[in-house]
């Protein structure tokens, strides 16, 4: 558990990870991180994710669902989608020295994993922790998603949904002031 009176806001980074389908044969196909820097300003991008061979083996691999939900289609991916390997190297620059946490770790875990899998990246014990926990910490008890505008279920505006409402609830809380704020 995250004792949030001694946390600092240096080195916490928020993600989530858009997939093909839920199924047991999806896939990642889209990552987002939003840094959360000390004076309170947030860095986030994302990277859609080229699927590999492997991936795409089954047919029921891909969900039209997701699709519609996501807006990421197969030609995105196939056209604009980054290796792997590129996508790790990128994530892994972006949130080196953070805490990672996800409003669904589980699911997160999952898709980070094997995205790390395929491009043979060790996530060397990297533990993602829970975003509702982490904001629930500093008394904020409703509207967790928040109004914040942009579109659900892309994974970077996502993830900088999760550090815009972490910042307003340790704001509105008996946390110690971020600086500059």
């Given amino acids: 558990m995250v004792d949030s009176l001694e946390h600092t806001v240096r080195g916490i980074a928020f993600i989530d990870l858009e997939a093909a389908g839920l199924g047991s044969n999806g896939y990642p196909t889209e990552l987002g991180w939003a840094v959360v820097h000390d004076d309170g300003s947030i860095i986030s991008d994302s990277s859609l994710i080229r699927p590999t061979a492997r991936w795409t083996t089954y047919t029921n691999a891909w969900s039209a669902a997701s699709e519609r939900l996501t807006g990421i289609s197969r030609e995105m991916l196939d056209r604009g989608g980054l290796r792997p390997i590129d996508v790790m190297r990128q994530f892994l620059a972006a949130v080196e020295g953070c805490e990672l946490f996800s409003d669904e770790p589980d699911f997160d875990r999952h898709w980070l994993g094997m995205l790390a899998k395929a491009a043979l990246v060790d996530l060397a014990g990297r ?17 967790f998603k928040g109004d914040l505008g942009g579109p659900r279920h892309r994974a970077g505006p996502d993830a900088r949904r999760l550090a815009l409402l972490y910042l307003r609830a340790r704001r509105g809380s008996r946390l110690p002031a971020l600086s500059g704020s």
């Fill in 127 to 143: 533990e993602i922790g829970d975003a509702k926990t982490l904001i629930g910490e500093t008394g904020a008890s409703e509207g």
